[in-house]
């Protein structure tokens, strides 16, 4: 249910676009993010960094194409987001030795560190990977094709790549809840071998 909350504003794009036109669209979309960031504040009290990202892009380029009826702008708002994704990523992880995908996920799933660092590098590669695949399909096709695009292929791509990471990391993948009943097992364990210990003496 998060993943089509998220791509709400780009569902209404898409509407938006085949009732009307590409300005249209626009325009709901950065409506729509805007109430997506209301409903967020409204239910979690909590804003996540990302969607006030998410959030000023979508104005600035959205604002753009509107001011100057120009749909160029909108259309390179996608790859521009992939990319400032994939620097925050890159530069928090060598910088600030931060790697904000474990930060993101470590509460679900218990991976070795060289596992979190190829999973941070692989969702940098992934973004850059997306931005680059926006631009071909905006310049190398029709509107209404790169339209369909940013929601059904992004989609797609998308759910292929957390898919593939699902089957690479199997062998890795040990819920927190996991975790938690192996320790509680083996604390059972020891408490009962004590108590035996005691009972022989």
Same mark, same amino acid.
């Given at each position: ?14 509407? #938006?676009?085949?009732? +009307? ?15 997506? &960031? @209301?409903? %967020? ?20 380029? @959205?604002?753009?194409?509107? #001011? ?7 259309? $390179? ?10 620097? &925050? ?13 474990? #930060? ?5 799933? %218990?991976?070795?560190?060289?596992? $979190? ?15 680059? %695949?926006?631009? +071909?399909?905006? +310049? ?26 699902? %089957? ?25 071998? @004590? ?7």
């Amino acid at each position: 249910m998060k993943f089509f909350f998220d791509l709400f504003p780009v569902i209404l794009f898409f509407v #938006a676009f085949k009732a +009307y036109d590409i300005y249209i669209a626009t325009g709901v979309a950065m409506l729509a993010t805007v109430m997506q &960031i @209301g409903w %967020v504040r409204y239910r979690h009290h909590r804003i996540d960094n990302m969607l006030w990202i998410n959030l000023i892009v979508i104005m600035l380029f @959205g604002g753009a194409t509107l #001011a100057f009826q120009d749909e160029t702008f909108i259309k $390179w708002k996608p790859s521009v987001l992939y990319w400032l994704f994939a620097s &925050i990523l890159l530069v928090s992880n060598q910088f600030f030795s931060k790697n904000l995908i474990q #930060a993101l996920l470590e509460k679900q799933l %218990v991976l070795p560190s060289q596992v $979190w660092q190829k999973l941070n590098l692989s969702w940098i590669v992934f973004f850059v990977f997306m931005g680059c %695949v926006n631009l +071909y399909v905006a +310049y190398g096709f029709s509107v209404d094709t790169w339209v369909t695009f940013k929601l059904f292929g992004v989609m797609g791509l998308m759910l292929l790549f957390v898919v593939l990471q699902v %089957v690479l990391l199997n062998k890795y993948l040990r819920s927190v809840d996991f975790v938690k009943a192996d320790l509680h097992t083996t604390q059972k364990g020891i408490a009962e071998a @004590g108590e035996n210990r005691e009972q022989d003496k």
